[in-house]
Structure formats: C-alpha cells, structure tokens
C-alpha cells in the first residue's frame, strides 16, 4: 500500500460529500465512502479518538424498517442522512484542522503520523481529450495496484459532469486547447475536485492554468514514471 499524507487523505473524503447528498446509505457510492472514511480516520487517530468515536455515532437513517416504507418515513430518512453528513463534514473538518496545529504548533512533538499506509477504492477520471490508447495506457499503468480504477469521459455531457462528481480526482491533458477538456475541468473545478493537469515538455500554459497542479513529460514512459510518483 502507498503511503498518503493525512491530511490529503482527509480533504479527498471531504471533497466527495457533495456529490453523496442526493443518494442513500445503501448507495455502493456512499458505502465506499464511509468504509474509506472510517479506515482512514482509524489509521491517522485510532479507533478510540474523538473522531473515529463521533463518525462511528453516525446512523445516516433515521428508522430501518425492513418490508414497510412510507412517504413519511422515506422524508425523515433523508433528513436525517443529510444531517448526519453534514456532521460528518464537520468531523473532517476538525480532522484536518487538528493534523495541521500539530505540524505547525507542536513540531517537536507531533502526535499524529505523518504519512499513513491505506489503500481507497475508488475512480479516477481522464478528460475526454484524452484519445490516444498509448497514452490511456501509460495512465492507467501508473495507477496499477492502486485500488482505483479508470473512468473516461463519457459521450453525454451529464454523464461525464457525474463521472467527474463520483472520481477522486481527474487527469486532464491541455496541451491541445481542446474545448472539451476545458469545459471539464471547469465542471471539476466548480466541483472541488483535485485536478492534475499534463502536458508535454516544454507547453506553454495559459496563465490562469499556471496555479493548479501539473505534470510535464518528455515522452509515454516518463508520464508514467512520474504519474506513478504523484500516487504515492
């Protein structure tokens, strides 16, 4: 298993909520979610801290009546899984506030790791600019052993904004301006979501672009060198 900073770990789960509030707790997407969750505030706190004991509190329903539903019920069950992920927002919130006091206040004496060992299930998105099946590949070879697992760009416009809102983070090439892969990393972008922008050697970048994170490559096999650094 890679070892991931903490707090990036924390801020991943964090970004996911959003796109967690229209469904239900029994959602492959939200189990995911919460079995990531729970594994990574255990590996960072233990299982016997604040967090993990106020996260494990959290029911996400309000009742669970097997073979009975109702309008009523169904509308106290959203609300209170909404609530509670609002709850859990906070958690992480205090989470990652907690993590960074103790690297900038008690450098001496940290309490919480500083790397930890955990493998996340989950997607990755690569922008619909991406065509070349050699490049696809080399992506997907840095990514191999992960636990992720690719997702490319869909036909339909909606179907690509809700492959953006469900991967953890996306891959967009923009060295050939296309429009396409523009618009989804705007979508991405409004989403939260971690982006990482690629590029050959030697691309000049539009200046509003030069903030976010990005990778350069001389050829296949380096993006894949370097793609696979950024995983760990």
Request: charged share 25%; proline share 3%.
């Amino acid at each position: 298993m890679a070892e991931r900073d903490p707090i990036e770990l924390l801020r991943g789960q964090l970004n996911q909520l959003d796109g967690l509030i229209s469904l239900h707790p029994e959602h492959e997407n939200f189990k995911r979610w919460y079995q990531e969750t729970q594994a990574v505030l255990e590996k960072i706190f233990g299982s016997r801290s604040v967090h993990c004991q106020n996260f494990f509190a959290l029911r996400f329903r309000e009742l669970s009546l097997k073979g009975f539903s109702s309008p009523e019920i169904e509308k106290i069950n959203i609300a209170r899984y909404k609530r509670d992920l609002e709850i859990a927002r906070g958690i992480l919130h205090g989470a990652i506030k907690e993590l960074n006091l103790d690297r900038t206040l008690f450098k001496k004496i940290q309490t919480t790791p500083k790397t930890v060992e955990v493998s996340l299930q989950g997607e990755y998105f690569i922008s619909s600019g991406i065509q070349d099946p050699g490049m696809i590949k080399a992506i997907r070879s840095a990514f191999e052993g992960s636990g992720l697992k690719l997702i490319h760009g869909a036909e339909s416009i909606q179907n690509r904004m809700e492959q953006i809102r469900q991967a953890k983070f996306g891959i967009y090439e923009v060295s050939s301006s296309s429009a396409e892969t523009y618009l989804e990393l705007g979508m991405a972008l409004g989403m939260g979501k971690e982006v990482l922008l690629i590029y050959p050697k030697g691309t000049s970048l539009p200046q509003a672009l030069q903030t976010l994170p990005q990778l350069d490559y001389t050829d296949l096999s380096d993006l894949t060198d370097k793609l696979k650094k950024k995983a760990k």
